[in-house]
Antibody, heavy 119, light 110 residues
Framework: QVQLQESGPGLVKPSGTLSLTCAVS?????????WSWVRQPPGKGLEWIGE???????NYNPSLKSRVTISVDKSKNQFSLKLSSVTAADTAVYYC????????????WGKGTTVTVSS | DIVMTQTPLSLSVTPGQPASISCKSS???????????LYWYLQKPGQSPQLLIY???SRFSGVPDRFSGSGSGTDFTLKISRVEAEDVGVYYC???????FGQGTKLEIK
């Protein structure tokens, strides 16, 4: 069973870049599936950020596309999220998730990591 | 962009009673491949979301059969036949064409 663990700075300054990593264990990131990022602002709902395939193909939420980069590191079995020009509105719990390609559902989620944007 | 609208946004249910959540999409979720990409997730307090239902009506592994999904096109429903205390949390529908969630429905126990 695949397990996911997010990591990264819990505090980012406004206008800076948020950088998170999701470590994949119990399976290979090179499996025929997608890997996603989802976020949840405090007290609010879920927002899909984007996804990546092990080949490097990506899809992003249009509302964030200009600021988001998702990449994969097969040698470390992990994938990463970078969100640039952050503001307080980017404060959220960030989750990584495994997206099973055939049914296109997110069946495994990390525990989430809280990122606060503040000076 | 396909917008997902859930109703109600909150509901309070007596244990053992049924519950129903509606989810409407602004466009049909029937894809040209014949699949309908509508999912239901539950986020229990303090936890990550968990998958309940995929492709409208298929229960994910380990999900109790008191949960059922139905619908087609743009109108979908999640039903809990007999609510239990462990069912509290926020329920989200999600469309898989552009991966967008509904606003969420908070289920509480009376």
């Amino acid at each position: 069973q695949v397990q996911l663990q997010e990591s990264g700075p819990g505090l980012v300054k406004p206008s800076g870049t948020l950088s998170l990593t999701c470590a994949v264990s119990g399976g290979s990131i090179s499996s025929s599936n997608w890997w996603s990022w989802v976020r949840q602002p405090p007290g609010k709902g879920l927002e899909w950020i984007g996804e990546i395939y092990h080949s490097g193909s990506t899809n992003y939420n249009p509302s964030l596309k200009s600021r988001v980069t998702i990449s994969v590191d097969k040698s470390k079995n992990q994938f990463s999220l970078k969100l640039s020009s952050v503001t307080a509105a980017d404060t959220a719990v960030y989750y990584c998730a495994h997206l099973f390609s055939y049914y296109y559902y997110m069946d495994v989620w990390g525990k989430g990591t809280t990122v606060t944007v503040s000076s | 962009d396909i917008v997902m609208t859930q109703t109600p946004l909150s509901l309070s249910v007596t244990p053992g009673q049924p519950a129903s959540i509606s989810c409407k999409s602004s466009q049909s979720l029937l894809h040209s491949d014949g699949k309908t990409y509508l999912y239901w997730y539950l986020q229990k307090p303090g936890q990550s979301p968990q998958l309940l239902i995929y492709e409208v009506s298929s229960r994910f592994s380990g999900v109790p059969d008191r949960f059922s999904g139905s619908g087609s096109g743009t109108d979908f429903t999640l039903k809990i036949s007999r609510v239990e205390a462990e069912d509290v949390g926020v329920y989200y529908c999600m469309q898989g064409i552009h991966l967008r969630f509904g606003q969420g429905t908070k289920l509480e126990i009376k």
